[in-house]
């Protein structure tokens, strides 16, 4: 199983990113953004593969996924 890595940024209100991003490890883009809701709280979290915005997930429980 080929797994692909993916940096989780935690955004503030103001677009600053709160703390030093997290490294993932998963197959999919799919994984990544189930992993990376569980460190959602009240920020809105970017999931970048490489330089791929893959998912922006905000507190509300909306999302928003991209192509």
Sequence with gaps: CVMFNYRVYSL?????I???????ACAADVAAE???RRLLE???IDVWQNMRLVAVLTPDK???RLP
Excluded: M
Aim: net charge negative; charged share 30%; no cysteine.
């Design 62 to 64: 909306t999302e928003n």
């Design 18 to 24: 709160h703390n030093a991003p997290p490294l993932l």
């Design 42 to 44: 009240d920020n809105v």
């Design 34 to 36: 189930e992993q990376s």
């Design 12 to 16: 503030e209100r103001d677009g600053h």
